[in-house]
């Protein structure tokens, strides 16, 4: 099984400043990676997929990259909508697996 | 308007059985893979199992064994019936159709607790 770390486990920062989350795979995932937002009670909802491709709707601040086992989202300014937790997920093999999480907070 | 709807979650002890349901509208469930994923309180996302557009499924290790995925295509309905189960498959169920490259569709969630 494929083993995704993220980092920080927690990120606080302010509206307006950059946020850089990082997903570490265990063995290469190639560029099947997918980002999740997940806010309380709510159920998660697609970001970016194939490690680089914002999902329709999804606002130019978010960005992904990265390839192998190192991966990071980006998010370029934040609103005060983007503080959540994300989560990454891997496709490339079975069974599906995600990352532990980063809780993005207000500072 | 596309979107799942799960049911059936509550309250169970250990070594009982539940199926939760999943609605769906605005799509064919038969023709999708569609997938249960689960929360545990206060923790990450955890897939749980997959029933692909031919029939195919597959399961974690977690669960397999005594969970079973299905559908039912007159219904347009997933389904996953959990039996035996334990302390740790306490968590919020989510059912995702999952589109081969990502999830782009999720319920809103339904709670299984298991406790005596």
């Known amino acids: 099984e494929i083993v995704l770390t993220q980092s920080p486990a927690t990120l606080s920062l302010s509206p307006g400043e950059r946020a850089t989350l990082s997903c570490r795979a265990s063995?290469?995932?190639?560029?099947?990676l997918a980002w999740y937002q997940q806010k309380p009670g709510q159920a998660p909802r697609l970001l970016i997929f194939?490690?680089?491709n914002r999902a329709t709707g999804i606002p130019a601040r978010f960005s992904g990259s990265g390839s192998g086992t190192d991966f990071t989202l980006t998010i370029s300014s934040l609103e005060p909508e983007d503080f959540a937790v994300y989560y990454c997920?891997?496709?490339?093999?079975?069974?599906?697996?995600f990352g532990q999480g980063t809780r993005l907070e207000i500072k | 308007e596309v979107q799942l709807v799960e049911s059936g979650g509550g309250l169970v002890q250990p070594g009982g059985s539940l199926r939760l349901s999943c609605a769906a509208s605005?799509?064919?469930?038969?023709?999708?893979?569609m997938s249960w994923v689960r929360q545990a309180p206060g923790k990450g996302l955890e897939w749980v199992s997959v029933?692909?557009?031919?029939?195919?499924?597959y399961y974690a290790d977690s669960v397999k064994g005594r969970f079973t995925i299905s559908r039912d295509n007159s219904k347009n309905t997933l389904y996953l019936q959990m039996n035996s189960l334990r302390d740790e498959d306490t968590a919020v169920y989510y059912c995702?159709?999952?589109?081969?490259?990502?999830?782009?569709?999720w319920g809103r969630g339904t709670l299984v607790t298991v406790s005596s």
């Open positions: 995702a159709r999952w589109m081969i490259r990502y999830f782009d569709l």
């Open positions: 605005g799509f064919t469930v038969s023709s999708k893979y």
């Open positions: 029933i692909y557009s031919g029939g195919s499924t």
């Open positions: 063995q290469s995932v190639s560029s099947y």
């Open positions: 194939d490690a680089s």
């Open positions: 997920q891997q496709r490339s093999n079975w069974p599906f697996t």
